[in-house]
């Protein structure tokens, strides 16, 4: 019952900004993190960026000091800021969204946002 929706994705150069965004609706519970994955072809699937329900937020690596990731206070909503685009940042990007149910952890994916960047 739980639905994300991902919005934002799109085609820029390298060295562009874009702006990704997961609104999270329906049966919603207690969340644990939300945040971004995303897949490359040829690439497995990586941890982009994710946040906890107690504020503590995780970065791949590759994208530390370039992406930013936030929520709407009081609201199922995260979002990416990405900077300084590469190429190798093209990817489809996924919203997930953790929560627990009853006691146990369940896990929801959005259907993917594509974000190409071209050099």
């Known amino acids: 019952q739980v639905q994300l929706v991902e919005s934002g994705g799109g085609l820029v150069q390298a060295g562009g900004s874009l702006r990704l965004s997961c609104a999270a609706s329906g049966d919603l519970k207690s969340m644990i993190t939300m945040g971004w994955y995303r897949q490359a072809p040829g690439n497995k699937h990586e941890l982009v960026a994710t946040?906890?329900?107690?504020?503590?937020?995780v970065y791949a690596d590759s994208v530390k000091g370039r992406f930013t990731i936030s929520g709407d206070n009081g609201k199922d909503t995260v979002h990416l800021q990405m900077t300084s685009l590469k190429p190798e940042d093209t990817a489809v990007y996924y919203c997930?969204?953790?929560?627990?149910?009853?006691?146990?952890?369940?896990?929801?994916w959005g259907q993917g946002t594509q974000v190409t960047v071209s050099s």
């Open positions: 946040v906890s329900s107690d504020g503590k937020i």
């Open positions: 997930l969204r953790n929560q627990r149910e009853l006691g146990m952890s369940h896990s929801y």
